[in-house]
């Protein structure tokens, strides 16, 4: 009987480590559109634009605008954006803002 119970349990441990692992592993790389946003904005904020081909901003790429991402996305990417260059703003047609205005500032053209 002991050696029933035994095997069972070990049965019960194999199969559900694996499945454990991998849960604990899904939400520790899961971000939220805000941070995905707030983490593009801080890394578009610190580029220089000082390249040959102007700005290298992700947002700027072919269907990266603010037309193809949720609002929380939106507002985390101005926030980010506004931390790393403060009092900046941006008129480009997939993503407008004014960091002295704040998200609510953000507008874009749908690009279709």
């Known amino acids: 009987m002991n050696i029933i119970v035994f095997a069972v349990i070990s049965l019960v441990l194999l199969i559900g480590a694996p499945v454990f692992l991998m849960e604990t592993q899904q939400s520790v790389s899961a971000i939220s559109p805000y941070e995905s946003g707030f983490n593009h904005g801080v890394i578009d904020g610190n580029d220089s634009c000082s390249h040959p081909d102007g700005c290298h901003w992700y947002i ?53």
């Open 60 to 112: 700027l790429g072919p269907g990266k605008g603010f037309a193809f991402h949720s609002w929380d996305f939106v507002r985390g990417y101005v926030t980010g954006f506004c931390t790393a260059s403060r009092g900046t703003s941006s008129d480009a047609d997939q993503a407008s803002w004014d960091c002295d205005k704040g998200p609510d500032s953000a507008s874009w053209v749908d690009e279709k």
